[in-house]
């Protein structure tokens, strides 16, 4: 484990680097909505692991693979779609994914 992020935080920083929209969709899965993650990747760093980082330059790397093959995402596909049982369903079910207004990325 290099490092942990939560997904909210990912999105913030996609969106503040890259000026993308967020969507702030129920979680499809039946956990609690927020929970902690406590691990450390110290025993890995004292055999010789450099965590290469988010902030190290990951970030940039992904978004340029992502902006080359843009054209090839159908953002359809990628909304969920399914749920942990028919409670879920039923309490989510106005989150339709065709109902979700997606922008297109400017070319």
């Known amino acids: 484990v290099a490092e942990t992020r939560r997904i909210r935080d990912i999105a913030k920083l996609v969106a503040d680097q890259t000026g993308a929209g967020v969507n702030f969709l129920p979680n499809p899965r039946n956990e609690a909505d927020e929970?902690?993650?406590?691990?450390?990747?110290?025993s890995f760093c004292n055999l010789g692991l450099v965590p290469k980082t988010?902030?190290?330059g990951l970030?940039?790397?992904v978004t340029?693979?992502?902006?080359?093959y843009?054209?090839?995402c159908n953002p359809q596909k990628?909304?969920?779609?399914?749920f942990w049982n028919k409670a879920q369903a039923?309490?989510?079910k106005e989150n339709e994914p065709n109902a979700i207004k997606l922008e297109k990325p400017s070319a």
Do not use: G, T
């Not at 929970?35 to 110290?42: F, I, K, W």
């Not at 990628?78 to 399914?82: C, E, F």
């Open 78 to 82: 990628i909304l969920p779609a399914s």
């Open 59 to 61: 970030f940039e790397e």
């Open 35 to 42: 929970n902690e993650l406590d691990v450390s990747n110290r």
């Open 54 to 56: 988010l902030d190290d």
């Open 64 to 68: 340029d693979v992502i902006k080359k």
């Open 90 to 92: 039923e309490k989510y």
């Open 70 to 72: 843009r054209n090839r």
